[in-house]
C-alpha cells in the first residue's frame, strides 16, 4: 500500500509537536509543472503499466464506435502524452486500491476518460475532480462539500468513493461496461433503458441500448484508452515510467498551516502542491476537522527540516482565524477591523466582486487583526455555514408568442404576483411584444452547515456477505480495518464465502493508519536539541514570552501546556512559573 504518514504520530517521532476552479478542458501547461520520469521499456522493469495490463479482466468491445474514439486520440499524440505524464502521481495509489478490492485494472484508466488526470477539473453540470462526482452523489459516498473543502476533489477519498460506487453498480447491473454506462448517464436512466428494450424482447448489452452520445462513446473511450495502454509505441507515445511505489504520502498535521506555507516548506511552488490538494476551499489546513494534505515522498524530509526551523522562529503555521458576520457588518467594515484589503478578504472567502455576505456566515480573517481566536479554528466550526445574501437584479423581458404569465414567472425564477405588482397588470393577460420588467433574485452560492449522515459501524452489527464482497471492502463500507474485522469474527485468512456472517466492530481500530518514520535524519535531531527549552522541566516567563514561543521552544503544542499547567485562557504574567515536564 502507499505510505500514509499521521503528521500527529511523526511530530512526537521528530520531537515536533510543539504544536478556482478550473474546467475539465486541459489547464495551461505554465500552471501544473509536469513531473516526468524518463521511459523504460517494460521488459526492463516492472511498472505500474506493466501491473495494469497483467490486470485486464473486461473482454475487449470490438467496434465502429471504439475505431472512431482509437482514431480521435491517435491524431492528437501531444493531449495523450500529457495525460500519461499527469497520470504518474495518481496510478500508484488507484491501482493499489483497484487491486485491494480485486476489481479490473481496466479501471484504474477511467481517469483518462472523466478528467484527463486534472485534480482540479470540474465540468460544465459541476462534476468535479479525477472521478468526475456529480454534488448529490458525491454527498451519497461520504464526500463532504463544506465551506472549508469540497472532498469531490480529494486524491484518496474519491478514489475510494468512486470505487465503492463501481462495484456496486456491478453488483447490479452484473457487467463492467453497464456499471460504468450507469456511472456516466446515471443508474436511473440506464434501468429505464434497459427495461424499454426487455419489454420490446431486444437485446440489454451496451451497444443495444439507447443512450445519449456521450454515455454511447463513454464505454469505448475507455476501450480506446486500453488499446493504447496495452501498445504505446503504435500510437506513437512513450509512457512515463511508473514505479512500482508512492509518489506522495499522506500527512496529517496537529496545528494549522497555511497552503502557501506548507508548499513553501515542502520546497514546491503552490501550483505543484494544490494539484496534489485541490479539495480545500479556503487558504488554511485546519488541524482540529483532521484534514490531511498529501506530499511528493521525495519532499517529505525538505518539508520537516524546514518546519524544524520555522517553528525556531517563534512564527504560527497559519495566518488565518474566524469571524462571524454580524448583520450590521458589511465587506468594507470587516475588511477595516481585520487590517485587510477588501480584495484579500474576498479572496480568502470565495466571494465574487459586489457580493454581500449572508449574518451568520463565518469567514477567514487575518489572525493578527484580534477579531478571533489567537489558537488554531476551532473543531467545532467544521460544520459551519457560508452563504451569500440574497441579491437582486432588474431584467427585461420581451413577450412572446404562447407566453402566460404562469411561464413566464417560471422562466424568470419569480411568483406571478411580482412580475404582476413591478409591472401594474391588472390580470394575467400579456400581448406579444409586451415588454415585462422585474427584479429577479442572483442566485446565492450556499455551503450546508451539516454532512449527510452515512451509515457507519456503530449503526450496523451483522453484516451477510454477498457475491463480488471481499474483506477490504466490507472493511471500507463500515470504516474500520482489515485487522478489526478479521479479528472481531476470529478468521485466520482474508477469505469469505458468499452468506457468511461477520459481525462488524463499531470499535474497530481506524482503517487509516499511522506510519511512524523511526529514523530522525540527523540534521533535523541536532536542532531539535539545540532549542533553548527542549530540555528544560519549567520556565519562568518574561517579558515578550507568548504561550506560543514557549511551547515552540519546548517542543510542545500550546494546548500541551495550557493542559499541563492548568491554564483556561492565554494570560501570561512575567515571573510566572510554567512546567515543561
Not at 517521532?13 to 523504460?40: F, H, M, N
Not at 463499531?506 to 540527523?522: D, F, M, R, Y
Request: aromatic share 8%.
Amino acid at each position: 500500500m502507499y505510505l500514509k504518514t499521521s503528521f500527529r504520530i511523526l511530530a512526537i517521532a521528530l520531537a515536533l509537536s510543539c504544536s478556482t476552479y478550473a474546467t475539465a478542458s486541459e489547464p495551461d501547461q505554465e500552471e501544473i509543472k509536469e513531473i516526468v520520469t524518463p521511459g523504460a521499456d517494460d521488459d526492463e522493469i516492472y511498472t505500474v503499466w506493466t501491473r495494469i495490463r497483467d490486470g485486464f479482466k473486461v473482454p475487449d468491445m470490438q467496434n465502429s464506435v471504439v475505431e472512431a474514439n482509437v482514431a480521435k486520440y491517435s491524431k492528437r499524440p501531444d493531449y495523450l502524452q500529457r495525460m500519461a505524464d499527469r497520470s504518474q502521481k495518481y496510478l500508484y495509489h488507484i491501482i493499489e486500491e483497484v487491486d485491494a478490492r480485486g476489481m479490473p485494472t481496466e479501471i484504474a484508466l477511467l481517469p483518462f476518460v472523466e478528467s484527463a488526470f486534472v485534480t482540479n477539473a470540474k465540468s460544465r453540470v459541476k462534476a468535479a475532480g479525477l472521478w468526475q462526482f456529480m454534488p448529490a452523489t458525491g454527498r451519497d459516498y461520504s464526500l463532504d462539500q463544506t465551506m472549508w473543502l469540497d472532498k469531490r476533489y480529494d486524491v484518496l477519498q474519491s478514489t475510494s468513493a468512486a470505487l465503492t460506487y463501481l462495484q456496486r453498480l456491478y453488483d447490479e447491473f452484473g457487467s463492467w461496461p453497464l456499471a460504468l454506462a450507469a456511472y456516466n448517464w446515471g443508474e436511473g436512466n440506464l434501468r429505464r433503458a434497459i427495461k424499454r428494450n426487455q419489454a420490446k424482447g431486444l437485446p440489454t448489452d451496451y451497444m443495444s441500448l439507447k443512450m445519449p452520445d456521450e454515455t454511447r462513446n463513454y464505454y469505448p473511450k475507455l476501450q480506446a484508452i486500453k488499446n493504447i495502454v496495452k501498445d504505446p509505441r503504435n500510437f506513437g507515445i512513450k509512457l512515463p515510467t511508473v514505479y512500482n511505489e508512492p509518489f506522495f504520502v499522506q500527512i496529517f498535521k496537529d496545528q494549522d498551516i497555511d497552503v502557501k506555507r506548507a508548499a513553501q516548506l515542502a520546497g514546491m511552488s503552490q501550483a505543484e502542491f494544490s494539484t496534489l490538494n485541490p479539495s480545500f476551499n479556503r487558504p488554511v489546513i485546519v488541524a482540529s476537522h483532521n484534514h490531511s494534505m498529501l506530499m511528493p515522498t521525495d519532499k517529505v524530509d525538505t518539508f520537516v527540516e524546514n518546519l524544524v526551523t520555522y517553528r525556531m522562529s517563534g512564527k504560527p503555521l497559519s495566518s488565518w482565524t474566524t469571524y462571524r458576520v454580524k448583520p450590521e457588518d458589511t465587506i468594507a467594515s470587516i475588511a477595516k477591523k481585520a487590517h485587510m484589503s477588501e480584495e484579500a478578504l474576498r479572496e480568502a472567502n470565495q466571494i465574487p466582486s459586489g457580493r454581500r455576505i449572508k449574518p451568520g456566515s463565518l469567514v477567514l480573517v487575518s489572525r493578527d487583526s484580534g477579531l478571533g481566536d489567537a489558537e488554531d479554528i476551532s473543531s467545532d466550526t467544521i460544520d459551519a455555514s457560508f452563504a451569500l445574501a440574497q441579491d437582486f437584479r432588474r431584467v427585461s423581458y420581451r413577450v412572446r408568442k404562447g407566453d402566460t404569465l404562469p411561464r413566464v414567472a417560471r422562466r424568470l425564477g419569480v411568483s406571478t404576483k411580482t412580475i404582476a405588482s413591478s409591472n401594474r397588470l391588472r390580470g394575467h393577460r400579456l400581448k406579444v411584444g409586451q415588454m415585462l420588467y422585474v427584479n429577479v433574485p442572483v442566485k446565492t452560492r450556499q455551503v450546508a452547515s451539516k454532512p449527510p449522515v452515512t451509515e457507519k459501524a456503530s449503526n450496523a452489527k451483522f453484516y451477510v456477505v454477498r457475491k463480488g464482497d471481499t474483506l477490504f471492502s466490507i472493511a471500507q463500507r463500515y470504516s474500520i480495518s482489515v485487522n478489526a474485522l478479521k479479528s472481531a469474527n476470529h478468521l485466520s485468512s482474508n477469505n469469505v464465502s458468499v452468506g457468511q456472517r461477520l459481525t462488524i466492530n463499531a470499535s474497530g481500530i481506524p482503517t487509516k493508519q499511522a506510519v511512524v518514520l523511526e529514523k530522525v535524519p540527523e540534521k533535523v535531531q541536532k536542532r531539535i536539541n539545540e532549542r533553548p527549552l527542549a530540555k528544560q522541566r519549567a520556565h519562568k516567563v518574561r517579558k515578550g514570552d507568548t504561550l506560543f514561543s514557549i511551547a515552540s521552544s519546548a517542543n510542545m503544542s500550546v494546548n500541551q501546556l495550557k493542559a499541563l499547567n492548568g491554564l483556561k485562557n492565554n494570560s501570561l504574567h512575567v515571573g510566572q512559573t510554567l512546567k515543561l515536564r
